[in-house]
């Protein structure tokens, strides 16, 4: 996918020309994209969904992804946050935000080269302000995906033979957060959220000579918990934030059905302990025009456990991210370029479980973005893309190539503010 554009110097656009400016820029943004949805090829996600619980999604809409997906410490009357939930704090806005992730992943492994695509909604958001600094929110994200499948062709009893396996599924959570500001300096926060899902595995095997009997079997798990999280912000200086969250470790319930063509179906039940999640940022502004941003997150799944037994191959994960923005110009302006934001970022991310073979899966992530803003208001369409690479063909047993694309379309309305 390849993208095409360029910024020209502020000239002052007529209000009717900034209508269709926006709805043009808007339709570039969303081809581009999309994109990676039209490439040939099959529909999944990481090829890496074969270890562990699938992959864990960066939580952020379109704004922070193009920081590098940081957003910690970024403090300020319509900041609320996805990740720290204490950036509620103080929210002067009503806003809504919806966001959606297209992708596609070119992989490379020892034989082949594949290109997979896929299409998610990663998160809903409704963030009302109820005055004297007090925020509430609710929404619903995703938490982790799995999408994976492959074919092996090999021989059983000196016959053809083709195993296959695929898994599909994820864990979502839908959840309460409530924050309050103290002055304009000091910001706390809590969200409390209700994490279900379903992952559904296949395994089949076929032989060619139909003298010999195919195998199948199917796995069905539900899962169903709740998690609690917790978040500060600090307004240091007037160029300085810092922010921290922490997620302390909670139990899903994991109920599995498993059938095959050989035996009837059996039901089991798990309890999977999900390890202690925390994070600190910090974030930089130099006036209206410029800020910049780093954010590092910690998660203990060294601990993780089924049914209070460690699972073998899993390591703590830290994630750092940079990044930042610039804007020309914020307000006072009646050129509509010099008042989009441009951003920038990178993200390192260690998957959090070695491959069979004891290997580290390591992913680096190069981000760019930009917002269109629709109103005086705050209004705004944000677009991120994404470049990353992740694994290693001679260690990890494949490579992926991963092209990204975030859009989240923010809605803000003024609540409990004076008329001048």
């Not at 994820?170 to 103290?182: K, R």
């Amino acid at each position: 996918m390849t993208i095409h554009g360029f910024i020209a110097p502020g000239k002052a656009v007529p209000s009717a020309a900034v209508g269709r400016l926006t709805a043009v820029l808007s339709l570039l943004l969303l081809f581009s994209l999309t994109a990676p949805l039209w490439t040939a090829g099959p529909l999944a996600g990481s090829i890496f969904s074969a270890y562990g619980l699938g992959e864990m999604i960066t939580e952020g809409d379109a704004r922070l992804h193009g920081m590098g997906g940081t957003g910690l410490a970024l403090t300020g009357n319509s900041s609320g946050s996805l990740i720290n939930p204490a950036l509620l704090g103080g929210l002067k806005f009503t806003g809504v935000t919806f966001t959606s992730r297209p992708e596609a992943l070119y992989v490379r492994d020892e034989e082949n080269d594949n290109v997979l695509t896929s299409a998610r909604i990663m998160n809903f958001a409704l963030c009302l302000p109820l005055g004297r600094g007090v925020g509430v929110s609710l929404d619903l994200r995703q938490l982790s995906d799995m999408k994976f499948k492959s074919y092996q062709e090999t021989t059983f009893f000196d016959e053809p033979y083709t195993k296959m396996i695929a898994r599909t599924g994820g864990l979502s959570m839908v959840s309460i957060g409530l924050a309050e500001s103290f002055g304009n300096r000091l910001f706390v926060g809590l969200r409390g959220g209700y994490v279900f899902g379903r992952t559904t595995e296949s395994r089949s095997g076929d032989f060619e000579d139909g003298d010999f009997r195919d195998s199948r079997t199917f796995s069905d798990r539900r899962h169903a918990g709740t998690q609690l999280t917790a978040g500060l912000a600090v307004k240091i200086s007037r160029n300085f934030s810092a922010g921290a969250f922490i997620t302390p470790a909670y139990d899903v319930q994991q109920d599995e059905t498993r059938s095959s063509s050989f035996t009837k179906a059996v039901i089991e039940e798990r309890t999977l302990s999900f390890p202690v999640k925390y994070g600190f940022g910090m974030a930089y502004r130099s006036g209206s025009q410029f800020s910049g941003q780093i954010d590092v997150i910690t998660t203990r799944w060294a601990d993780f456990t089924t049914d209070d037994q460690t699972v073998p191959g899993y390591r703590d994960a830290i994630r750092l991210a940079v990044g930042g923005q610039y804007q020309a110009v914020q307000e006072n302006t009646r050129s509509y370029l010099r008042r989009i934001p441009l951003r920038l970022g990178y993200a390192y991310e260690p998957w959090y479980q070695k491959t069979s073979d004891g290997a580290s899966i390591t992913g680096h992530f190069l981000t760019l973005g930009l917002g269109l803003p629709f109103s005086r208001g705050g209004a705004v369409l944000d677009a991120a893309l994404e470049l990353g690479w992740r694994g290693n063909v001679s260690s990890a047993g494949a490579k992926e190539t991963i092209v990204r694309g975030y859009i989240s379309l923010w809605g803000f309305e003024p609540w409990f503010q004076r008329k001048k």
